[in-house]
């Protein structure tokens, strides 16, 4: 069976989005699936599959230059897409992350698939998301989170029954899982990006100086001006670390921080890759207490605190320094993990949806 990706990930970049990209197309690959991956080309020269430690040519990539003008520039790359796809062989199905490339693509006779990671924007998307609702060779709209779902019920409430939530996902870690340290390692992920809540991590390591804490991620110039802000002995900073590299860093951590805040723009159906990642490694996970994180986490799998409260963050790092509790955590996240979100499972259950739609 042929299956076209059309992608707006920049590839190879540090994003998140060509992280899930890169590893769904793997995940279709690794289940016969013929796949053909449209996205966007970088200015990085470094060869994709190596950067995202997927197999060399499991499938094919195709790349288009997206220019870097305000509101045309996602036409143009439609524009560019389309042209690349009418090129290739016809698939048996299309599944779109691309907005503006499945608009120009326009598929009337080839099931398809639109996954959302975004309320729509303005009215020219919902409208375009409206029409794709009506078509009969739409299969599904897929979603990352309940909390997404929710808002497209709300805007497109005689669709619902197209409507499928599919949670973020990751690999299988190979492996040991820790390295032993005396000290607690506390690990932040992530970009430095507002509402993410990086900047509790250096409070919690001036709170608690007995204990290391580790940030990997960010860009410059706010990296450079964090280390020079927050100098202290029991705070590492690394900046990006390759994807397909951070199983070394898992590898050290005792608790990984999920310290979202409030003002994060999608706090209310977001659906962090990096939480899967520690479900994985089996960690001891702190997280933010909002209602989308519950989709995932429970009192029994991580603990859950105030998003902004520095003490309910140093409480909870104390009460894991026991590791009995830590491996208890680590265990049932683990588990839950195992049964529901790896890349292969989400995988088969959109192919899945596809068979099921083509009996009718």
Not at 53 to 67: A, C, D, Q, T
Not at 92 to 116: G, T, V
Not at 239 to 254: A, F, N, R
Not at 278 to 289: L, N, Q, V
């Amino acid at each position: 069976m042929r299956l076209t990706y059309l992608a707006d990930s920049t590839l190879p970049s540090t994003g998140a989005d060509a992280v899930h990209v890169m590893n769904m197309c793997k995940a279709f690959a690794e289940n016969g699936l013929e796949v053909k991956l449209i996205a966007r080309k970088s200015k990085n020269e470094k060869n994709v599959f190596e950067y995202y430690g997927v197999k060399k040519n499991l499938f094919k990539i195709h790349l288009v230059e997206r220019p870097n003008i305000r509101i045309l520039g996602g036409f143009i790359y439609g524009w560019r897409v389309n042209r690349i796809f009418k090129a290739l062989n016809k698939p048996d199905f299309i599944y779109a992350r691309s907005i503006h490339a499945l608009q120009r693509i326009n598929p009337k006779n080839i099931p398809f698939f639109f996954e959302s990671h975004w309320e729509p924007t303005n009215k020219l998307y919902h409208s375009w998301q409206q029409r794709w609702l009506t078509r009969s060779n739409l299969v599904a709209f897929i979603f990352i989170s309940k909390g997404l779902q929710d808002i497209y019920k709300k805007l497109f409430p005689s669709f619902n029954h197209k409507f499928k939530v599919l949670h973020d996902a990751c690999n299988i870690p190979e492996g040991e899982t820790k390295t032993k340290t005396k000290r607690l390692q506390v690990g932040y992920i992530g970009s430095f990006f507002k509402g993410n809540g990086h900047n509790l991590v250096p409070e919690m390591a001036f709170r608690k100086p007995e204990v290391d804490f580790h940030i990997i991620g960010g860009k410059e110039p706010t990296l450079t001006q964090l280390k020079n802000k927050h100098k202290l002995n029991n705070l590492k900073f690394y900046g990006h670390i390759p994807h397909k590299d951070l199983k070394y860093i898992y590898k050290q951590m005792d608790v990984m921080l999920s310290p979202y805040q409030k003002d994060l723009p999608h706090i209310k159906w977001v659906s962090p890759m990096k939480l899967f990642e520690y479900m994985s490694y089996k960690k001891a996970i702190i997280c933010s207490d909002f209602p989308i994180f519950r989709e995932l986490l429970n009192e029994n799998n991580s603990m859950l605190v105030a998003p902004s409260n520095i003490d309910s963050w140093v409480e909870a790092i104390e009460k894991l320094k026991i590791e009995k509790l830590r491996k208890q955590l680590g265990r049932n996240a683990y588990t839950l993990f195992l049964e529901k979100y790896t890349w292969d499972s989400r995988a088969k259950k959109i192919i899945k949806l596809l068979k099921d739609e083509s009996k009718y």
